[in-house]
């Protein structure tokens, strides 16, 4: 069953493994955005908000902006920013592939913030969610860096990877696939 979650997100109930979608407002942050965000603040309230690490591929129509592609990015490379980011912005959901850190976990467990894997590759099925694009910031970083404000409705799904209670779905498949190996492995006399 899909919790459907709206924003600004109260995220203290969800748990690793809950399926989620979004309805509101959501905002791309790569790594360039993460510096700017640290070096000068945000341009809007982030309190409760969500950061999709997306680099979006968006076009000018004759109505405003179009989003052709906005799939999530791999969320590893914004590690060392991220902790302060939650910390100093209030962000309760991050949308990402592949998961973060151990500090950023930390920091989540400690503010009130959760992962939310999205399917890699699937970044034309995400725009179907996008209703529209209502601003844009930093576009002199590039489309790919810039801060996208998209209003998405249904966004999702996507499953909570890492929960406000500390527990890491990365951490725990890796944790049943070296428990596995090992069995294997004294089955077949390697260990």
Known sequence: MIKRLTTPLDVRDLKVGDIVSITGTIYTARDE???????????????????????????????????????????????????????RFKIRGIIGKGGMDEETLNAMEKYGCVYLAMTGGAALLAVKSIERVEAVYWLDLGMPEAMWVFNVRDFGPMVVAMDTKGRNIYADVDRLVQERLLKIERELNLA
Request: negative net charge; proline residues 7%.
């Open 33 to 87: 955005t993460h510096l700017r965000l640290l070096e000068e603040s945000s341009p809007v309230n982030l309190e409760g908000a969500v950061i999709f690490h997306c680099g979006p591929i968006v076009r000018r129509t004759d109505e405003g902006w179009e989003v052709v592609a906005a799939g999530p990015t791999t969320s590893s490379r914004m590690n060392s920013l991220e902790p302060e980011i939650i910390k």
